[in-house]
């Protein structure tokens, strides 16, 4: 039975370009899960939009001198290209500046509000004279109470990663007029998370198909205890509070962000001109939500945003999140400010959406962090992406072609090992699904790999280039088994490399509606005409010390 399935992503901040660390992070793991279960017939919504709030986005302005909504629209640009050229395949991906977003985050804040779940406090937060303004977070520098590094922000410490209140921060400057600010008092608004925190609690116990560090890394953090946290800044880009007399203050990216997975759900629906249609993502209770995510972001998707939930309405709670540790690039952190980087317009300029998508999987930081190395980009490219899986597909398809009057061959008689190659289609088969049922995608991508390294084996045994002169009838066997297993790696491949599975499902002569993909492994049909095949992937040449420099 087709079931109803909400895939969600973090929203990128739009003050930046997006690095590799991001598409291994979420974005690819997620779009491999969305393709999979569109494949295999399921209801799927994959949302996600641009989170444009908040002063990573205020500063950039400010440093650039124009407004916000040029930096917003600026980055979103190049992250909605990114989408395009990778195949990241939204169903929406929207901004957390719409009318419909806005009206969402508005009225879960009253419904909280009146529940006695959101709640006044005044609080001391650093003030500016010269400035004349509260400081928010990273408008503020200091030294690090824990570290000493000279340069902690105001919401966090870069170096040794403290999250901090700024009234920590040791000799505090703005760092807008680089003027020492002074505690001064302000009225904020309160999320009542000590009263969530134990059926928060009661819900992640319960959860024992998650991630062993997503669990742990969130029952710490509530076992250490639930602190009530100001949901309001003292700004004034962001969403207004539904309330008169905080006219200067709007609320604060954390909490409204998360909302937006709702909020996309509702667009969705209205685009569709079926406006209730999200309701089954989030009433029905059968329906499952799957929150891809880096580690930074466990607490938010796992406490927060399910606290939220469970203060609002009966809507479901996320059923897994699935995040990922961090790729790193060679052995450090990618960063933009020490110019570490390799950004993902930049790489697919010259390298192909399924090469750089081969690589990711392969590599995936799903259970501890992984590095992104040339060296290995390369290796994993010619050595396993070309030379097993494109040469295998190539040989099969080239010797039919030539040898068959460029039509697939008639099956006659199966012989054991025949047999037992199409057995292993049915093992491979299972083995893809069961692990990419829950998440395990460097393994499923493995499994594909040894039916191609098995089908180069059988291959390599029946010998068709000789036994094409001597028995033909057996040679064409062969090559209709090996062009059935060819096949069943065509509709393995699909949520992983897209691109080549369609093209290959053309050399098959199996049409494939884009819109409807299949999981179903089709046997080849006797006697029809092969199209003329080019090798699905390039091997690449790079030069280590300048990669993306033009040839
Ligand atoms: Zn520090």
Known sequence: MSENILVATAWPYTN????????????????????YQRARGNKVIMVSGSDQHGTPVTIAAESEGVQPIDIVNKYRKNHLEVW????????????????????????????????????????????SEIDNRFLADRYVEGTCPDCNFERARGDQCDQCGKPMDALELINPIS?????????????????KLSALEQPL???????????????????????EGLKDRAITRDIEWGIPIPLE??????????????????SASKEWAQIQNKPDEWQKFWFDKNARSYYFLGKDNIPF????????????????????????????LSGGKFSKSENRA???????????????RYYIVSNMP???DSDFTWEEFLRRNNDELVATLGNLIHRILTFTFRNFDSKIPEPKKIETSDEKLMSEIFITKEKVESNLDICKFRESMRNIMNLAQNTNRYLDSEAPWHSIKTDKERAGTTMWVSLYAISAIKTFLYPFMPNASLQLGSYLGISTDVNQPTWEVEKPKSGTTLETPFPLFKKLEIDIENPLADE
């Open 16 to 35: 930046n370009y997006l690095h590799l660390g991001h598409i291994a992070g979420c974005y690819l793991p997620a779009d491999i899960f969305a393709r």
């Open 245 to 262: 007399g905080y006219e200067t203050k709007r609320i604060y990216v954390w909490f409204e962000a998360v909302i937006g997975y709702l």
């Open 84 to 127: 395009e050229r990778l195949g990241i395949s939204y169903d929406l991906f929207t901004t957390t500046g719409t009318d419909n977003h806005i009206a969402t985050v508005q009225d879960i804040f009253t419904k909280l509000y009146n529940k006695g779940l959101i709640y006044k406090k005044n609080m001391t937060l650093l003030y």
């Open 366 to 368: 799903e259970n501890s």
């Open 175 to 191: 760092k807008l007029s680089g003027d020492t600010p002074i505690p001064k008092e302000s009225e904020h608004f309160f999320l």
């Open 342 to 356: 390799v950004w993902t317009h930049e790489f697919l300029e010259k390298f192909s959406a399924d090469a750089l």
């Open 201 to 223: 609690l009661d819900w992640i116990k319960k959860n024992d198909y998650w991630k062993p560090n997503v669990k742990n890394f969130s029952l710490k953090y509530l076992t």
């Open 301 to 328: 998707h796992t406490i927060i945003w399910p606290g939220i939930l469970l203060g609002y309405e009966n809507h479901n709670l996320p059923y897994d999140v699935p995040a990922n540790e961090y790729m790193n």
